[in-house]
């Protein structure tokens, strides 16, 4: 069975720090690219940062030079190390998997094996 589940959200001040794990079960990463995604209250799910197998790496705009994403075949893991975290940072983070030939753009609806999200919050 596939699942991917997400942890290291909470809370914390504007200008501190967190890394997000996602842990991988059911297959290899081997050949799947990774996402994280957010979604704030009232709002879509946004693109914050994916992987390809081989460490290609995008960012959305708002999180470029702060957030960090990587994995861990070994380990079956992938992260995010977020950090001067803004009030707008809030959201809940999710990670995601798919067949990386599947993928062409860091998009939520490229992605069809999903965690169950973290919460992250930012204090301002």
């Known amino acids: 069975q596939l699942q991917l589940v997400e942890s290291g959200g909470g809370l914390v001040q504007s200008g501190g720090s967190l890394r997000l794990s996602c842990a991988v079960s059911?297959?290899?990463?081997?050949?799947?690219?990774i996402g994280w995604f957010r979604q704030a209250p009232g709002k879509e799910r946004e693109g914050v940062s994916c992987?390809?197998?081989?460490?290609?790496?995008s960012y959305a705009d708002s999180v470029k030079g702060r957030f960090t994403i990587s994995r861990d075949g070994a380990e079956n893991m992938a992260y995010l190390q977020m950090n001067s975290l803004k009030a707008t940072d809030t959201a809940i983070y999710y990670c995601?998997?798919?067949?990386?030939?599947?993928?062409?753009?860091?998009?939520?609806?490229?992605?069809?094996?999903w965690g169950q999200g973290t919460q992250v919050t930012v204090s301002s």
């Open positions: 995601a998997a798919e067949f990386a030939h599947r993928v062409h753009e860091c998009s939520a609806t490229e992605y069809g094996y």
């Open positions: 992987i390809s197998p081989s460490g290609g790496t």
């Open positions: 059911g297959f290899s990463l081997e050949y799947y690219a």
